[in-house]
């Protein structure tokens, strides 16, 4: 059975590698990222990658939904989505602890128009190879039950300055960092759309930031779908930040880091310990409520 399964991977493997051109510029892919007071350079080296990719631009649909960013960083992140052609969506957050990562990406999902053949979602601190869709949408059309991951490559503090150009300066910045654990998959979930909506999107009972997308993943393999990783074909890079285990700077990272204590254990026991695919059973997925609005992509002007 093993010698079966590890010829049927070298099959799609080299379907992946060998499809032609006009079969992976056919079909449309939607990115969705979740951001909250991630503006400025960051997200313009996130987006600016994400705009110059071997995938046709016509065929690229992108959603930034922005939970409760304060109004500097939402003004930016609007301005950039202008500027780049993105789908802004500001989801109302009440308080700190209101915060659901969950909801913004299923928002996103279900903003995405209907000729996305592929929904991948992402994280506002990457940047992305030039032919990293290119890789998502070969490996979704490849194998019959694809979910796409990547490993990604985690940058050190002085691998990107103000003046860097993300994407003239690519290949050498890649070789400024460490490969991360493959367990960190939320910056790269590529499904088909039709999957993502058949099983409701991700978990909206998880609050904060953590568990949804390695939920989502064992949701997938108990579907019947088969892991298929990028890194061997494309490169994905993590903006360095600091992060909610490291030792609080100030008050708002010192309530980031409440956050993830509050709600790691609860989000990993719903991960754990229920066994169904699909989730959000018993009330509309990914709904924007009242307060949220959504400024649609401008007309292309590139």
């Known amino acids: 059975m093993k010698a079966i399964r590890h010829l049927g991977r070298l099959y799609y493997e080299r ?60 003004a930016d992140l ?3 989505c202008d500027a780049w052609r993105v ?4 989801l109302p957050v009440a308080d700190h602890f209101q915060r659901n990562k969950s909801l913004a990406l299923n928002i996103g999902l279900r903003h995405m128009p209907e000729w996305c053949h592929v929904a991948l979602c992402t994280d506002i601190d990457m940047i992305f190879a030039p032919n990293f869709l290119e890789w998502v949408m070969r490996t979704q059309l490849a194998y ?20 860097t150009d993300v994407v003239a300066e690519f290949d050498r910045i890649r070789t400024m960092g460490e490969l991360f654990d493959d367990c960190a998959v939320g910056p790269c979930l590529a499904l ?10 991700f978990d909206e009972r998880m609050f904060g930031e953590d568990h949804c997308d390695t939920d989502l993943l064992y949701r997938a393999e108990r579907d019947g779908m088969v892991r298929f990783w990028l890194n061997q074909h494309t490169s994905l890079l993590h903006q360095w930040h600091w992060r909610r285990f490291d030792q609080p700077r100030d008050a708002k990272e010192q309530l980031d880091k409440e956050s993830y204590e509050r709600f790691w254990d609860v989000n990993a026991e719903f991960s754990d310990h229920d066994p169904t695919i699909v989730r959000n059973a018993d009330h ?13 992509q401008p007309e292309r002007r590139r």
């Open 144 to 163: 019959p039950k694809a979910i796409t991951l990547c490993q990604f490559t985690d940058l050190r503090e002085e691998a990107i300055g103000e003046d």
């Open 15 to 74: 379907r992946a590698a060998g499809m032609a051109p006009r079969a992976w510029q056919s079909r449309a892919v939607g990115v969705v990222v979740a951001a909250r007071n991630r503006s400025g350079q960051r997200a313009e080296n996130f987006l600016r990658t994400l705009r110059t990719q071997t995938m046709p631009v016509d065929l690229v649909d992108m959603t930034l939904v922005d939970y409760g960013s304060e109004s500097e960083h939402a």
């Open 284 to 296: 509309d997925w990914g709904v924007l409520p009242e307060g949220g609005f959504v400024i649609d």
């Open 78 to 80: 609007q301005k950039r």
């Open 87 to 90: 789908r802004y969506i500001f």
């Open 192 to 201: 088909t759309r039709e999957w993502y909506y058949r099983v409701r999107g």
